[in-house]
């Protein structure tokens, strides 16, 4: 656990001492910002219709109209920004050899893994929790339902580790981050997509494909339900992208 | 304090290392001494637990590389050829983040990276960012990292490359002064290094063992060798001399 810590904390550090964190996190804000101003201007012009004509006033929901949106928008920023968050964690340290001192320490080729994805979802989390500032308007000029948009940030923060995770191996094949950040975000994607094909296949393949895409998951918790599948659809596709770099970073050494 | 015995790696087909066998005694520093390209780093790599070996046994200050790693990583001090250094740290933050990794109690942590920037010669640079300082100065922060858990086993991949002359006298001298208690194995393609720094060397060519000993043994063998080899003793003993002080290869190779 103390090597966990000994990581993460390094990685922290140097996300926060270099500008990455703050360019990712400012550039990623203005995004979210303006999609949350476009969504409540457009639900403003809503209500003044709806004032006029009570027909839509039954439709009139700031859940569906503001937030369903604007999950949308932001799982779709950190399908491309996660790729730039995570492409330096193992490529930069096999590019300047910094590899053969960690390697060389007595701490596990896991622990390493494990530490560097944590610096990441606190990363992740900052950006998450900064955008919490946007609800805390619609709260004090509406009134939302609270439990939906929290399952909404739940499944948010749950896609991004998964995303990074997915970042993280490919970041451990490559000494290149341009490479590493391409692949992943071809990668994730093509994930997002993959019900696309689900249309075209048939029986099994046909579940298999959906159950694979995020697209399917994420649909969801745009609307805030947040189901168990989504939850161990996520926890084991971040799962599983752990353990492919460990089996990448081991299969190196011993080649 | 360092065994290998019949030591191979290969990385694919190439084969680095073929069968490598030598003792370094506790106390020593012993060189490592080779061309370019001859299975210096590997050895080292291969000693530190850092990439395994295709067959063979080695243990370093007691402990079996292969089986016993990471309580062998806990013991030992290793400086790579690259220096593995983050440039956006400061040389104090780095330090002790390496005495974390290394597993140092926290309550011992501040004391072992005070004590290697005092050994190191570090003090005016200690806040500075890595990227910020001079080739010497990262050479000695490099040193440094790897005597933060104050190793039983130092191993040192050429510590001296990339260095101006100054520097050169002032890294051996640290290196000199580290001796003591420990044992000290360093990788050169400089003959004159060796023979300035080292009490024995193990001398490697193509990943094949040319000779081993005490810097006293080697002399007197080449001595035969070149009595052997040479009928006028006085064109043999000009050779050994201006053999022992130019850099290297060639003379290595005489050993084939």
Redesign the interface.
């Known amino acids: 656990m103390?090597?966990i810590w000994?990581?993460c904390k390094?990685e922290v550090?140097?996300y926060f001492?270099?500008p990455i964190a703050y360019v990712l996190i400012t550039v990623f804000l203005v995004l979210v910002g303006f999609f949350f101003y476009s969504l409540v201007w457009w639900f403003n012009n809503y209500s003044f219709q709806a004032a006029r004509d009570p027909a839509y006033l039954q439709q009139l929901n700031i859940n569906q109209m503001v937030f369903s949106p604007l999950f949308h928008n932001i799982s779709i920023i950190l399908l491309l920004t996660i790729p730039l968050l995570t492409m330096r964690l193992f490529a930069e340290e096999k590019k300047?050899?910094?590899?053969?001192?960690?390697?060389?320490?007595?701490?596990?080729v896991g622990q390493i893994i494990i530490g560097k994805y944590a610096a990441s979802l606190f990363v992740l989390l900052v950006m998450l929790l900064l955008t919490g500032i946007l609800s805390i308007f619609t709260f004090a000029y509406g009134n939302p339902e609270f439990v939906p948009i929290l399952n909404g940030y739940l499944g948010l923060f749950l896609m991004g580790a998964a995303f990074i995770a997915v970042g993280i191996f490919f970041s451990s094949l490559t000494e290149n981050q341009v490479v590493a950040a391409m692949l992943t975000f071809g990668a994730l994607l093509l994930f997002w997509i993959l019900n696309w094909a689900a249309g075209s296949a048939s029986g099994m393949w046909q579940d298999v494909l959906n159950y694979l895409s995020f697209f399917q998951h994420f649909d969801d918790l745009t609307r805030g339900i947040l189901d168990t599948t989504d939850i161990v659809y996520y926890a084991s596709f971040s799962f599983f992208g752990l353990f492919l770099t460990h089996s990448v970073i081991q299969s190196r050494?011993?080649? | 304090m360092i065994e290998v015995e019949n030591l191979l790696k290969k990385y694919g087909e190439l084969v680095a290392i073929k069968g490598l066998s030598f003792n370094v005694e506790k106390g020593k520093i012993w060189g490592l001494l080779g061309p370019n390209a001859a299975g210096k780093t590997t050895t080292m790599r291969i000693l530190t637990g850092y990439l395994p070996a295709t067959d063979g046994r080695a243990s370093v200050a007691g402990f079996d590389v292969f089986k016993e790693a990471n309580a062998l990583k806990k013991t030992i001090g290793y400086l790579p050829e690259t220096l593995p250094l983050y440039p956006e740290m400061t040389v104090y933050s780095f330090l002790d983040f390496v005495a974390e990794i290394k597993q140092t109690p926290p309550s011992r942590r501040r004391e072992a990276v005070e004590k290697v920037i005092e050994t190191s010669g570090l003090k005016e640079v200690r806040g500075r960012l890595i990227k910020n300082i001079s080739r010497g100065f990262k050479q000695r922060v490099g040193i440094a990292q790897s005597l933060i858990n104050d190793p039983q086993v130092l191993i040192l991949d050429e510590p001296t490359i990339g260095l101006d002359p100054a520097q050169i006298i002032e890294i051996r001298k640290l290196i000199k002064s580290l001796k003591g208690e420990r044992t000290i194995l360093l990788s050169t393609h400089i003959l004159a290094e060796m023979t300035q720094t080292c009490d024995g060397a193990v001398i490697i060519n193509e990943g094949n063992l040319m000779a081993s000993g005490s810097l006293a043994e080697l002399t007197l063998e080449l001595r035969k060798y070149l009595r052997k080899t040479t009928s006028s003793p006085s064109s043999g003993a000009k050779e050994r001399t201006s053999g022992m002080s130019s850099p290297g290869s060639s003379w290595t190779r005489n050993w084939d």
């Open positions: 103390k090597n000994a990581i390094k550090k140097t001492t270099s300047r050899q910094t590899d053969e001192l960690l390697y060389t320490s007595p701490i596990s050494r011993w080649r």
